[in-house]
Nanobody, 121 residues
Framework: VQLQASGGGLVQAGGSLRLSCVPSGRAFSRYVMGWFRQAPGKEREFVAA???????DYADSVKGRFTISRANAKNTVYLDMNNPKLEDTAVYYC????????????????WGQGTLVTVSS
């Protein structure tokens, strides 16, 4: 079971970027899918999560700027980053949970390898 995250790169502050996460080896349509991030020297933190039924949760720092969505038929989850800020620079990880939406990384069973997002001024 693997999660493949992609779409990271260099983006200007105020621009936009879309991250994608595709699981392999198992259908994740019934899983909660989440995005976390880790900046240099900081702990991994919650960004957003979406249940299979469409419920979502966002960290306060990204609410109103980032959007998580999922295409269950494609087994893909997206993170649309609009108006990114310098402080959004981090390695972004997608994760999957068989339980419920949570902001705790301990509730997630599967993790992708991470994709680096660098926001420039």
């Amino acid at each position: 079971v693997q999660l493949q995250a992609s779409g990271g790169g260099l983006v200007q502050a105020g621009g936009s970027l879309r991250l994608s996460c595709v699981p392999s080896g198992r259908a994740f349509s019934r899983y909660v899918m989440g995005w976390f991030r880790q900046a240099p020297g900081k702990e991994r933190e919650f960004v957003a999560a979406a249940s299979w039924s469409g419920s979502t949760d966002y960290a306060d720092s990204v609410k109103g700027r980032f959007t998580i969505s999922r295409a269950n038929a494609k087994n893909t989850v997206y993170l649309d980053m609009n108006n990114p800020k310098l402080e959004d620079t981090a390695v972004y990880y997608c994760a999957a949970s068989s339980r419920f939406i949570s902001r705790s990384n301990r509730e997630y069973d599967y993790w992708g390898q991470g994709t680096l997002v660098t926001v420039s001024s």
